[in-house]
C-alpha cells in the first residue's frame, strides 16, 4: 500500500514556474514506478509525466516535453515535477501517481494508486 500526497500547486502567471511534490508513505515506493497526471475542467485525466523506479528512465507528454521535468528522490520518498514556461493551457488538477509492483506508467490502466491532486492555475 502506498499514501501520495501532493504540494505546490498555486496559481502563476503564463510563462511562470512551479515545482510539485508528492510525498509518499509505504515500503514499496523505491520500487514503485512514479508519474504525474492532470485534469483540466471538462476534460479527461491525462498523462503528463512518469519516472521508472530509482529514476532510470522518464517519460514526458509531448504537450509539456522540453518544459516540465520529472525527478525523485528515494531517501525522502518524494517525486518532484519541476514546471517550467506555464501555459494558460496547463491549468489543471495535478495528481501523483505510482503503480505497484513494475513497469510502464502512461495511461490511467497502469496506475495502482493515486494522490487527491492539487490545483494549478496559469493565468493569461
Known amino acids: 500500500q502506498v499514501q501520495l500526497v501532493e504540494s505546490g500547486g498555486g496559481l502563476v502567471q503564463d510563462g511562470g514556474s512551479l515545482r510539485l511534490s508528492c510525498a509518499a508513505s509505504?515500503?514499496?515506493?523505491?520500487?514503485?514506478?512514479m508519474g504525474w497526471f492532470r485534469q483540466a475542467p471538462g476534460k479527461e485525466r491525462e498523462f503528463v509525466a512518469s519516472?521508472?523506479?530509482?529514476?532510470?528512465?522518464?517519460f514526458y507528454a509531448d504537450s509539456v516535453k522540453g518544459r516540465f521535468a520529472i525527478s525523485r528522490d528515494d531517501a525522502k520518498n518524494t517525486v518532484y515535477l519541476q514546471m517550467n514556461s506555464l501555459k494558460p493551457e496547463d491549468t489543471a488538477v495535478y495528481y501523483c501517481?505510482?503503480?505497484?509492483?513494475?513497469?510502464?506508467?502512461?495511461?490511467?490502466?497502469?496506475?495502482?494508486?493515486w494522490g487527491l491532486g492539487t490545483q494549478v492555475t496559469v493565468s493569461s
Open positions: 509505504g515500503r514499496t515506493f523505491s520500487t514503485s514506478p
Open positions: 519516472i521508472s523506479r530509482r529514476g532510470g528512465s522518464t
Open positions: 501517481a505510482a503503480r505497484y509492483p513494475f513497469g510502464d506508467l502512461r495511461s490511467l490502466k497502469d496506475v495502482s494508486w
